[in-house]
């Protein structure tokens, strides 16, 4: 049994030298008969010039998947049946390349910075102190209390230049 390679999802035409001898002349019919386990497909043949037989399989890629599979080129002439050819056909894909893009993106997302700041807090002063604090300021302590634009500018410089 010979083997033949064969695109199950390409169409594949097959051609048979095919003579047939015999006391009467009668016309005879051909065809290829594809047998698997769970089923056979029959294909029948074009008879062309100097006694060749043409079969054409279609792409068979919806009804088989990749393997091998027995042939059988059968022969009728008139009530009589022949199977001169038997083959094994090793069906596979022919080979495509398919590309898709994939876009990924890795991007640093702004994560919020979280830092504890220390806060040192004045004592609270005695209540006595409080209540002299809530009094009305008088003209010397409303002066003590009172900053000038040079102070502001003065305190300014001396912090900028400690950076």
Do not use: W
């Not at 001898?21 to 019919?29: I, W």
């Not at 008088?138 to 305190?155: P, Y």
């Amino acid at each position: 049994m010979s083997e033949i390679d064969l695109m199950l999802d390409e169409e594949n035409e097959l051609t048979f030298q095919l003579s047939i001898e015999g006391s009467r002349p009668a016309t005879a019919s051909c065809r290829l008969l594809l047998n698997n386990e769970n089923m056979s497909l029959v294909f029948e043949a074009d008879r062309r010039d100097n006694d060749e037989v043409s079969v054409i399989l279609p792409p068979l890629t919806h009804i088989l998947k990749e393997g091998m599979y027995d042939m059988t080129l059968e022969v009728i002439i008139d009530d009589k049946y022949f199977q001169p050819l038997t083959l094994q056909g090793n069906f596979e894909k022919s080979v495509k390349v398919m590309a898709e893009a994939k876009v990924t993106t890795k991007r640093k997302k702004a994560t919020p910075k979280v830092s504890l700041v220390n806060v040192k807090s004045k004592p609270r002063p005695a209540r006595r102190q409080r209540v002299a604090e809530n009094k009305k300021p008088t003209k010397q302590t409303r002066r003590r209390n009172t900053v000038s634009d040079s102070d502001i500018l003065n305190i300014i410089k001396a912090i900028s230049s400690k950076k």
